[in-house]
């Protein structure tokens, strides 16, 4: 799982890891989160072209409600269709071989998830995407 964090302005969206997912992957985002003094979480929610949410989604969904239990911070589900192979482009134009780097591919999918989220929430004024309560519920839906 690639991870990223913005500049104190939420301007500018840099890679800073792959993690594994494991047992220990939410208090490793948690520690995270603190050492970074996170304003708020985003979790790329994987769905199909046509929209449609299938067991990658369900382990997302999983994954931002345990956060959501874990850190102060607000957890934000957004949308990440294709960003995954847009970093894989990105990184074949670069005359880097995909195949053999997917934890730059994971970091590289994980900015493009960032500065997606930054931009919408730019434009709105507000977080974008789904708000994940403690209970796993959803809340309010911003502009994902």
Do not use: K, N
Not at 14 to 27: F, G, I, R, Y
Not at 51 to 72: C, K, M, P, W
Not at 115 to 124: N, Q, T
């Amino acid at each position: 799982m690639g991870v990223a964090r913005s500049d104190p302005d939420a301007l500018l969206a840099v890679p800073e890891a792959t993690l594994t997912c494991d047992d220990q992957l939410v208090a490793r985002l948690a520690t995270l989160a603190d050492e970074w003094s996170a304003i708020a979480i985003y979790v790329g929610l994987p769905r199909t072209l046509a929209g449609e949410e299938g067991l990658a989604a369900e382990a997302a969904r999983g994954l931002a409600s345990s956060l959501a239990a874990t850190v102060e911070c607000p957890v934000q589900l957004i949308d990440e269709r294709l960003s995954t192979v847009e970093a894989q482009r990105a990184l074949r134009d670069a005359g880097r071989d995909a195949r053999a780097s997917r934890p730059v591919i994971d970091q590289a999918a994980a900015v493009l998830i960032l500065e997606h989220a930054l931009a919408l929430e730019r434009a709105a004024g507000t977080l974008a995407g789904l708000a994940v309560t403690v209970d796993g519920a959803e809340g309010e839906e911003g502009t994902a």
